[in-house]
């Protein structure tokens, strides 16, 4: 029996020993507050007095009670009340910090800081002026030496062309430019400025470029077309099926006329990206044409007639040869293909082909080989009727064609190409052209 009731006692003891130690972890909220010769409230509040007015910042009350500062007024500038509570609590025997600031509904107080700081902002300027003048000035130093060095020959013989030399100078200037607000900023100790200055040029130009984007593609397709020269002036060419003369090279776009005598502006994008045929880079043409002649001829003999017909015209060309074959057999005749080449610098293309289309045609029907009619039958249902059309024949009284010879002395036509070049040089007189007549070929 003692030994139970002693055992109890011992139990109790150890239960009342940690709730002891319980009580005392769940009270202890931090590290003590030492009040052992800490400052008065009245220094406290003093000092903090002090600092308040020697930060010029009226209407604000401070009272201290047992270490805990409390901050009353009215006050212009919410950040204020930020920068004197942070004062407050770095003071030596503050407990606590209660900032019960309130800003100013008064517009007038309000409106005081911004003066104030601008009034500073002048006085530093002016204080400054003399270090702004200087640094100005080596801008424009700077900037002058820039622009006089870019008129110089140089930028021309290490260009391809005077478009090519205008971009290295530009870009020089820009460059110098560039330069002038580095050394103005460093002077003046704000090179710092630079970074941030640069990074908004960059975004602005950014959204530049994208607002601009068809102006800034035909550039450069300007720039690459001047450089790689796929045509020159008065060429004749056609891109992206319209056909013309070169007349000008823009920065913008290519500039043609047409054969009615028509401008046509292409974008130099779509130059550049487009497909171009240059007729002008090879002085012989091909042309060719197709003509039926009836099935039951002597195909061969009637081929060889057509190829012998070509051979003897003066503006067909020896060599590349002329060739003539047969291409289909269709129910209305054979078909043959006629091709020959031609001088363009001497005969017109389109006045070369259609004389040796008729020349062609009149052999082979001298040489009595038919040349098919399209002949058309309409049957109308339940009538019986049936109407034919067939196109005139040749008449048997038709009088004979003239001689072969004669024809042919008269078949030299001058090229109807060639005669818009003069209309072609009068457009060019007077405008600027990115094109060169001695510049390497593409």
């Known amino acids: 029996m003692k030994r139970i009731v002693l055992g109890l006692f011992i139990l109790f003891a150890a239960t009342g020993q940690a709730s002891t130690q319980g009580a005392g972890t769940e009270g202890d909220a931090g ?46 500038d919410p950040s204020t009340s930020r920068r004197i509570e942070g004062i407050a609590e770095r003071l030596e025997g503050v407990v606590a910090v209660r900032n019960t600031l309130a800003a100013s509904d008064d517009i007038a107080q309000q409106i005081n800081p911004a003066f104030d700081r601008f ?24 900037l002058l030496v820039g622009i006089l060095l870019a008129r110089l020959r140089f930028w021309d013989r290490i260009s391809p062309n005077a478009f090519i030399a205008g971009i290295y100078r530009q870009a020089f200037r820009v460059a110098c430019g560039i330069i002038g607000i580095v050394v103005a900023l460093d002077i003046m100790g704000a090179a710092a400025l630079l970074g941030t200055v640069l990074g908004a040029a960059g975004i602005v130009g950014l959204a530049v470029g994208f607002a601009v984007r068809d102006t800034v593609e035909n ?35 290519t500039i043609l ?6 401008h ?44 012998n017909t070509l051979k003897e015209l003066p503006f067909v060309l020896d060599q590349p040869e002329e060739l003539v074959w047969i291409e289909n057999i269709t129910e209305s005749g054979a078909i043959l293909r006629v091709t020959g080449w031609i001088d363009q610098n001497a005969t017109g293309f389109t006045t070369a082909r259609g004389d040796a289309i008729r020349l062609v045609k009149s052999a082979i029907e001298e040489a009595g080989v038919a040349i098919p009619d399209t002949t058309y039958r309409i049957r109308l249902e339940g009538t019986g ?58």
């Open 119 to 142: 009034r500073a902002r002048i006085h530093q300027l002016i204080a400054r002026l003399p270090l702004v003048l200087f640094a100005l000035a080596a801008f424009a130093v700077v």
């Open 257 to 262: 006329l047409s054969l009615d005598g028509n």
């Open 385 to 442: 009727v049936s109407l034919g059309t067939s196109a005139p024949s040749p008449s048997a009284d038709k009088p004979a064609p003239r001689a072969a010879t004669a024809e042919k002395e008269r078949s030299i036509h001058q090229s109807e190409e060639k005669a818009l070049i003069p209309l072609v040089d009068t457009e060019r007189q007077g405008s600027d052209d990115l094109l060169a007549r001695d510049a390497p070929r593409e």
């Open 264 to 307: 046509i502006r292409i974008p130099n994008a779509t130059v550049f990206k487009g497909r171009i045929v240059n007729y002008t880079q090879n002085l012989a043409r091909r042309f060719m044409f197709d003509i039926g002649i009836d099935p039951d001829a002597d195909l061969e003999a009637t081929r060889a007639l057509a190829q």
């Open 31 to 76: 590290p003590p507050v030492s009040v052992a010769d800490a400052p008065s409230d009245t220094a406290i509040a003093d000092r903090l007095r002090s600092i308040i007015d020697a930060l010029e910042q009226d209407g604000i009350a401070v009272t201290v009670q047992a270490g805990v500062v409390t901050l009353t007024g009215d006050i212009a």
């Open 219 to 253: 550039f450069v397709a300007s720039i690459m077309l001047s450089l790689r020269q796929p045509f020159r002036p008065n060429d004749l060419v056609e891109i992206e099926g319209d056909v013309g003369r070169v007349i000008r090279l823009t920065s913008r776009a």
